[in-house]
């Protein structure tokens, strides 16, 4: 299994810019989320997913917008970069249920100037 | 809101020393999880505590929970340069599903 995946590992963007943030699993975990880790910071639930065609929002979600098509995949989209979303992103898989141990991708470093 | 904190903030120890670090969260919980991460990359899974145990070991590392002061401490003893990374506890996020709060981290730093 190759567990968590993400694309891409850095990026930079100017303010206004859009882009999707990519995050696969192969190992048929239900629970999918993003989380945003800020210099010196824990990291912060932005969106997550339940199950395909199921999500819901985490604790900062403005400014992100995701989907789950297929079990697969859970790509994170910024419509509109800021600077206050630079950050590092952590995508994160799981199987339901209570105690589940959530597997994290390698992260996304992404500026927006 | 983050529910757990960790404390201290940062740690240098010299090798072969034991690491204390503590983690307090405000409501209750059904699991706590200890991580590590290292500079510049993803969160390792530690160990998972639930809220009717009380103490876990994974070889140097020894996690404890009491539910009743709301706190978590875990230990790593003999600590190695290799140990020097950001730990994370983080607890049941109640609102989100299965999905968990983490605090701000203790940066452990083992001086060889």
């Known amino acids: 299994n190759a567990g968590v995946t993400q694309t891409p590992k850095f990026q930079v963007l100017k303010t206004g810019q859009s882009m999707t943030l990519q995050c696969a699993q192969d190992?048929?975990?239900?629970?999918m989320s993003w989380y945003r880790q800020d210099p010196g910071m824990g990291l912060r639930l932005i969106h997550y997913?339940?199950?395909?065609?199921?999500?819901d929002q985490g604790e900062v979600p403005n400014g992100y917008n995701v989907s789950r098509s297929t079990t697969e995949d859970f790509p994170l989209r910024l419509l509109s970069a800021a600077p206050s979303q630079t950050s590092v992103y952590f995508c994160?898989?799981?199987?339901?249920?209570?105690?589940?141990?959530?597997?994290f991708g390698p992260g996304t470093r992404l500026t927006v100037t | 809101s983050q529910q757990g904190e960790e404390d201290p903030q940062a740690l240098s120890i010299q090798e072969g020393e034991n690491a204390t670090m503590n983690c307090s969260y405000k409501?209750?919980?059904?699991?706590l999880q200890w991580y590590r991460q290292n500079s510049g990359r993803g969160l390792v899974h530690l160990i998972l505590?639930?809220?009717?145990?009380r103490e876990k070991h994974s070889g140097r590392l020894r996690v404890t929970l009491d539910t009743s002061k709301k706190s978590s401490s875990l230990l790593i003893t003999a600590s190695r340069a290799a140990d020097t990374a950001s730990y994370f506890c983080?607890?049941?996020?109640?609102?989100?599903?299965?999905?968990?709060?983490f605090g701000p981290g203790t940066r452990l730093s083992v001086l060889p």
């Open positions: 994160a898989s799981s199987y339901a249920g209570t105690g589940a141990r959530p597997l």
């Open positions: 190992m048929n975990h239900e629970y």
């Open positions: 997913s339940v199950g395909a065609g199921i999500t």
């Open positions: 409501t209750s919980i059904n699991n």
């Open positions: 505590i639930r809220s009717n145990e």
């Open positions: 983080a607890t049941d996020a109640r609102n989100y599903g299965q999905n968990f709060v």
